[in-house]
């Protein structure tokens, strides 16, 4: 499949571990977030988002934690499995973009091992 | 439900070329988004259509268009390609670009030669 990127920062954890991926975003005016995840040869897929008036949001298996402060956004997964290898991403919306301008990260390539 | 569709899948041009992408957004939005993605540059925006009206457009050349149909499907074009523009393509869609977030498609790999 096609590279998404060279040299991202990886995750490399064990298949039942917890994984934690961190983000700083740039722009204290952001008001949404959002978590993608890409596997190699597709686009990116929703996973979670929060809002700036929330610190914290649950799914089903992962977590996004928002500290406006620091202008930190982490995403936890819980018992991470093999299929949740990919590269995650995280987007943020800032406000004088009128909501429809992801900003996005980097980008963190996760491995997980069997 | 059927996603966002992008055609073609794959594209090869040679420099100085133009090209056409089209991209098919979920019935009902009305937002249509278009991504650059490249190894050393990530995910970067391109321009935002609604309602046929572009909205919002990202810090690159004027050599990219893009253009939003009565029926919310959209297209981009590129002109007098250069080799630097060979990149995966992403278009998004959202019902208002603005309380939801958005769904991608996979994407059309050009390369320019």
Not at chain 1, 14 to 37: L, R, T, V
Not at chain 2, 24 to 49: A, D
Not at chain 2, 71 to 78: C, P, T
Not at chain 2, 83 to 102: F, K, Q, R, T, V
Request: aromatic residues 10%; contains cysteine.
């Amino acid at each position: 499949g096609e590279s998404v990127g060279l040299h991202l920062p990886t995750l490399s954890v064990q298949e039942g571990d917890n994984s934690i991926i961190n983000c700083a975003y740039s722009n204290s005016a952001s008001d949404y977030f959002i978590w993608y995840k890409q596997e190699s040869g597709k686009g990116p897929q929703f996973i979670i988002d929060i809002r700036s008036n929330m610190d914290k949001r649950q799914g089903q298996r992962v977590t996004v934690l928002l500290n406006k402060t620091v202008k930190h956004l982490s995403l936890q997964i819980a018992a991470t499995q093999p299929g949740d290898s990919a590269v995650y991403f995280c987007a943020e919306i800032p406000l004088n973009s009128g909501y429809s301008t992801l900003t996005f990260g980097k980008g963190t390539m996760l491995l997980v091992s069997p | 439900k059927a996603g966002v569709t992008q055609t073609p899948r794959y594209l090869i041009k040679t420099r100085g070329q133009q090209v056409t992408l089209s991209c098919s957004p979920i019935s009902g939005h009305r937002s249509v988004s278009w991504y650059q993605q490249t190894p050393g540059q990530g995910l970067q925006f391109l321009f935002e259509y609604f309602s046929e009206t572009q909205r919002n457009k990202g810090n690159f050349p004027g050599r990219f268009s893009g253009r939003q149909f009565s029926n919310s499907r959209s297209e981009m074009n590129v002109s007098t390609l250069e080799l630097g523009d060979s990149a995966l393509y992403l278009c998004a869609s959202s019902p208002d670009g603005i309380n939801y977030g958005y769904t991608f498609g996979s994407g059309t790999r050009l390369t320019v030669v």
